[in-house]
């Protein structure tokens, strides 16, 4: 299939519908801290069913607002799954806080809640759960602890917005939940992030914490009359845009399709890879629906096949998979400044080894999935 085009694994998708709503925001009198944020934010909430949304610049800014938001501070410790992306571990850092990584099950790689009791001190304050791929966590399990021990449950949903446990969605689950609108994510917003709160205090708290630690903006001051404003708390600049937010808006709108997609792309993965030796996708649990912003298999080495060969054969002809994650552990920053080493967490470094993640998007074709199961079989020499 020399000469096709390159599959990515992950990409945005944008519209007439959502340039027309950039357009019109840019010919507004609100370029930033406008109406289009408050906007945007309420419709996610009611989409999320939670009560409150902070829009920020980044998932990573909503990692660390609601980290700043639960007052962390040096000496803090906060449990962490490895198998993630850095910026969950991070932004416990950024706080002066410890994170603490915790292992996973072995089948779908979310965060094993057996193993986080073993790692509760007296300086624990929080859990962070990551929606691995898309699949929400073990939220009931995970709550349970938390609530014995006192503990804030924070859950990184940067993968898994539209995804339910139970009946109940995502951003629903836990005390403070974070998305990501990065293009490769569900929806975009550029660059972009929201955190989702039933506790009024926390919001509040984080909309400071994106505006400097000012206690009002410049769109509540104007609607007022007033110049005046103060500091009350050290705060970074963290905010989203009234452009970016008329985009997240439109975004949204599809958003219920876009995930149909996904999942009947992941239907159609499973199906063509049921019989391929060698193949083995991650397990879906019953009692949730998945967003798909991953699709992720375990390669078994075989015959001089390894993870790695199988990936290089892919990007040679023109298939765009991807490694996620590195287990945050074993990366060199944590090795040196947290003594933390290979060989700790076995189930996570196992299947680092193994993962490999196929293009998922909404925006791919079923000729495309066909095209990169037949490069994977050829890769596999299958």
């Not at 965060?111 to 929606?131: C, E, F, K, Q, Y």
């Not at 689950?173 to 972009?192: C, M, N, R, W």
């Not at 990936?311 to 990366?331: E, K, Q, T």
């Amino acid at each position: 299939m020399e000469g096709d085009a390159f599959i990515p694994y992950g990409r945005q998708q944008i519209d007439d519908d959502d340039i027309d709503a950039v357009v019109e925001v840019l010919r507004s009198d609100w370029l930033t801290t406008g109406p289009k944020v408050a906007e945007f934010e309420e419709a996610v909430s009611d989409f999320a069913g939670a009560r409150h949304g902070v829009a920020v610049s980044s998932g990573t800014a909503g990692l660390h607002a609601a980290m700043a938001a639960l007052d962390l501070e040096p000496g803090d410790e906060v449990i962490v799954p490895t198998m993630t992306f850095a910026a969950t571990a991070n932004a416990v850092v950024f706080q002066g806080a410890t994170p603490v990584f915790a292992d996973v099950d072995s089948g779908a790689l979310l965060v094993d809640p057996n193993g986080i009791a073993s790692l509760i001190t007296d300086r624990t304050r929080a859990v962070i759960a990551v929606d691995y791929a898309g699949q929400p966590a073990d939220y009931t399990e995970l709550r349970a602890i938390t609530a014995e021990h006192g503990l804030a449950l924070v859950s990184d949903a940067c993968h898994s917005i539209g995804a339910t446990l139970a009946g109940r969605s995502v951003g629903s689950l836990a005390d403070l939940t974070v998305f990501s609108f990065h293009p490769v994510k569900h929806i975009t917003t550029g660059e972009g992030g929201m955190v989702m709160t039933d506790d009024r205090a926390l919001a509040d708290r984080m909309r400071r914490f994106r505006n400097h630690g000012i206690s009002t903006d410049h769109h509540q001051r104007a609607e007022v009359g007033t110049w005046f404003y103060e500091m009350v708390e050290l705060g970074y600049n963290y905010r989203l845009t009234d452009i970016q937010s008329a985009l997240g808006l439109s975004q949204l709108q599809k958003l219920p399709r876009w995930l149909d997609r996904r999942n009947q792309i992941a239907g159609m993965y499973r199906e063509r890879l049921a019989d391929i030796r060698g193949i083995a996708p991650l397990e879906m649990r019953p009692d949730r629906s998945h967003a798909y912003h991953l699709y992720v298999v375990r390669v078994a080495a075989k015959a001089g096949k390894t993870r790695d060969t199988v990936f290089a054969a892919l990007r040679s002809a023109g298939v765009g998979a991807n490694v996620h994650y590195i287990p945050v552990h074993i990366h060199p920053y944590y090795e040196r400044e947290f003594s933390t080493a290979k060989g700790s967490i076995p189930v996570a470094e196992q299947a680092y080894e193994e993962i490999l993640s196929l293009p998922m998007h909404h925006g791919l074709e079923d000729s495309d999935v066909d095209r990169v199961v037949h490069e994977l079989v050829r890769a596999l020499g299958s």
